[in-house]
């Protein structure tokens, strides 16, 4: 029986979700055993841009080369699955999808420079059908070995619905935002990384993108009485996902 056939692309961005995956060590092995690769650019030399069954693909569309891949892969896979904060909400790329494209480019490469092409970064959602979205920055490595794993069953993986702060509470651990007054985004941002930043002393800083039904007011109404402005909540809340729709209303922050 032939075995389930798999590529992994990446777009625009830092390649950081590849790279978890390569760095799965021993589970690797396991994973090349129960599935061809065809195409893995990080990985291998020869690559093969054919129909496949999986399709994993990371980071942002940035411009027409980006969008037209994207629309072959999209062609050639049964399933496709975006893997990567930068694929599923946009991520840091599209933080500053406000401001006028242009200019931006303008101030890095100069005005005289008519050479780079782009448009306004988006997800992979924007342009074509997600099968399953694995978010993170970078992914998680137990993540995406459960998530191959469903896949290779037959089943969808099964990613968290809940926020990071549920986590917290499971680890018992001091609440930084409303103990130390510290500007975390658990209460916003989907879980699935174990708490690992607050873990260890740190903030969450919104990586993994919104959860579902996320109450950013009542965020904003707690940082704000810990002495935040509009314009700092907003630029930090929106630095993973500006793009996601939960976003859309900015809770009632004034820009």
Known sequence: MAKPTIS?????GCAGDQLVILNCEDELLDILKAVDIHSFEMAQSKNIDDKVDI?????????????????????????????????VW?????????????SLV??????????????????????????????GCPIEKSEIVRALASLLHGDMPVIPTYPVCFE??????????????AFCQGPLTRAGCGALCPSRGQVCIGCRGPVDEANISSEVEILKEKGYTDQDIL????????????MEDKAKIQQ
């Open 106 to 135: 303008d101030m890095v490469y100069g005005k005289e420079n008519k050479s780079v092409k782009f448009q306004t970064p988006l997800p992979l959602s924007h342009f074509v059908k997600v099968d399953c979205s694995i978010p």
């Open 8 to 12: 992994i692309y990446g777009l625009t």
């Open 235 to 246: 630029h930090r809340i929106r630095t993973f996902a500006y793009p996601a729709k939960v």
């Open 55 to 87: 399709a994993l693909v990371e980071g942002t569309v940035v411009d027409s080369h980006d969008q037209e891949r994207l629309l072959k892969i999209r062609e050639n896979c049964k399933l496709l699955v975006a893997i990567g904060t930068c694929a």
């Open 168 to 181: 917290c509470k499971m680890k018992e651990n001091r609440c930084l935002l409303i103990e130390d007054g």
């Open 90 to 102: 946009g991520g840091v790329v599209a933080y500053r999808n406000d401001a006028n494209r242009r």
